[in-house]
DNA sequence: GCAGAACCTTGACCCAAATCAAAGAGAGCC
DNA sequence: GGCTCTCTTTGATTTGGGTCAAGGTTCTGC
């Protein structure tokens, strides 16, 4: 994926870290400038991690490429994943000194990194840039809250399903969208990765894909490339109803 | 609780509903004649829905007295609580239209509203105020994140101890919280919304209950009066390491 | 092409919490 | 005082998903 995809609406403006095309747009030849001035990127190897929980957080950053992910754990060893990173997405906190969590690459990842400071003061000199991330900031809320419902009262089959219909949305090629319901992409996670975000055990996730499989919601080439002939059908699994949008 | 208690700061500002003495000091006078303006007093019983997913919710608000929740349901009934508001708490999402989850007064519940559009207007003219709403959002973030390791790691037990010291922390009577560890509260929810926030049934929430009381962790005075003799000892059973904050 | 390491699947068994059921405890009301 | 309604407790039973264990697949590096 290339910057260009990113960001297509703006290129004079790709590296952007406010993903949207109404800020983008609406950042004038100064504001760009400065943003041109602080950034600078920085790449993570699969399995790699960006930042511990409680360590010092310089920076805002946009994913470019690959998959990150925000953990939280206790203090045995018991692991929930909070946040999924995908190209495009924005991490950081105005405002907030520490790392809430641990962010780790999970891929390989590349960053597109602003130093904080300079940024804070960028934002708080222009009103659109705070909107958008307030926003921005509303959507992962709403996400998260989503996300507790999913936690809190879905079966295993059901975490599966929400967790596959949201990859799908975000991954699948835009062509193969158009083919009446089937979507194809790759999981973008072991096996594990999608037990700590589901608050399941690994074992369980495997079963329950074997499930899927055997009924013909999904076919599954290797371990990760993932054919979902009808979509629909994989969202009745999901348990919520209508469309339910969850990014993020 | 008086509004006094709410904005122990600055009285002029009694209603405004960016809970925080930094930005009720900073409001100017024309601010604050803004807020006046377009301020109005609603009440609810208990049990009544202040609002339902999915409709036009064209005010923010804070909470002055009571609690209210806020609440995620699948099709099939099952519900998930994803927000408790507590007197001070801030409900309201400038630049959206439509209210994301249900909410509802779980005691007779008093709040302070603020008709969105104007409330807008101004937030969109004075930098500090929505940068207070954007650390406010972040707040709301890290503990809805927090929750969601709550919800899909914990055991009934901790999940059970976490929500008793979150209330306890929240709740507790100022005076009663210098004794050495000891607190004295309320339960201001009913077993059976305990359990829609913990993603649990109220047969386990009351059974978890019990054991604490047996084992003398709490002691229980009707079935809402709770006394903590040992807070730590309380913590330790929550499960987290240190102190993991979680707020509202 | 082989060895080792990750990662994944499947089976057997178990247990924490859900479900089903019944009875107790208050609170409000006549 | 007794009646009803809501909330809560407790017990018996079931079950979904966890745990433990054993192999199977890829992938990588040599």
Request: aromatic share 6%.
């Amino acid at each position: 994926m290339t910057p260009e995809d990113i960001h297509p609406v703006s290129p004079s403006c790709a590296d952007c870290p406010i993903r949207h095309r109404a800020v983008c747009a609406r950042c004038d030849e100064r504001e760009l400038g400065v943003l041109e001035s602080i950034k600078y990127y920085r790449s993570f190897e699969a399995g790699q991690m960006v930042i511990w929980s409680g360590d010092k957080m310089d920076f805002v950053a946009s994913v470019v490429s690959g998959i990150a992910t925000l953990t939280q754990t206790l203090e045995d060893g018991r692991t929930q994943m909070v946040g999924l990173l995908l190209p495009s997405d924005f991490v950081g906190r105005p405002g907030r000194e520490f790392a809430p969590y641990n962010i780790s690459a999970t891929t390989d990842l590349m960053m597109c990194c602003f130093r904080k400071k300079p940024f804070e003061d960028l934002m708080f000199r222009t009103p659109h840039i705070a909107q958008r991330l307030l926003e921005m900031t509303l959507d992962e809320l709403d996400s998260a809250r989503e996300w507790m419902l999913l936690l809190g009262r879905k079966t295993a089959r059901e975490k599966l399903a929400s967790l596959l219909a949201i990859v799908a949305r975000r991954d699948a090629s835009v062509k193969l969208r158009a083919t009446r319901g089937r979507m194809i992409f790759d999981l973008p996670l072991t096996r594990e990765a999608m037990a700590d975000y589901l608050g399941l055990t690994l074992e369980t996730v495997s079963r329950q894909i074997s499930a899927f499989k055997r009924e013909g919601i999904i076919e599954l080439e290797g371990k990760r490339h993932v054919t979902v002939p009808d979509f629909d059908r994989l969202l009745n699994e999901a348990g919520d109803d209508a469309d339910g949008g969850m990014l993020s």
